[in-house]
């Protein structure tokens, strides 16, 4: 099993910069990627920025050039750096990650933080 804590949401001025950090814990070493989604209110929840655990990276166009998503070296927490802050980045944004289930040979499974809100007003 792999848990997931977020930190590092808040209120920020549209142009700012915020950055959220997620610490996984349990069976880390089995993680095969990492990500971050949000959900805005009366929106479906979309992808925002994944990495892999070869270091890997790919974003959503709307955040191409504004957020960064990266790794510590023990690959067990992600951060998303986020500059540029848009009104229309509002949203709970949400960490999850992918790992090999140990019980179940190839099957991958999905551990989600609990969320944390991101407000960027204009």
């Known amino acids: 099993q792999v848990t997931l804590v977020e930190s590092g949401g808040g209120l920020v001025q549209a142009g700012g910069s915020l950055r959220l950090s997620c610490a996984a814990s349990?069976?880390?070493?089995?993680?095969?990627?990492m990500g971050w989604s949000r959900q805005a209110p009366g929106k479906q929840r979309e992808l925002v920025a994944r990495i892999t655990s070869n270091g890997n990276t790919n974003y959503a166009d709307s955040v191409k050039g504004r957020f960064t998503i990266s790794t510590n070296n023990a690959k067990n927490t992600v951060y998303l750096q986020m500059n540029s802050l848009k009104p229309e980045d509002t949203a709970v944004y949400y960490c999850?990650?992918?790992?090999?289930?140990?019980?179940?040979?190839?099957?991958?499974?999905?551990?989600w933080g609990q969320g944390t809100q991101v407000t960027v007003s204009s």
């Open positions: 999850d990650a992918l790992w090999q289930n140990p019980i179940v040979s190839g099957l991958v499974s999905r551990s």
């Open positions: 349990g069976s880390v070493a089995s993680i095969n990627a």
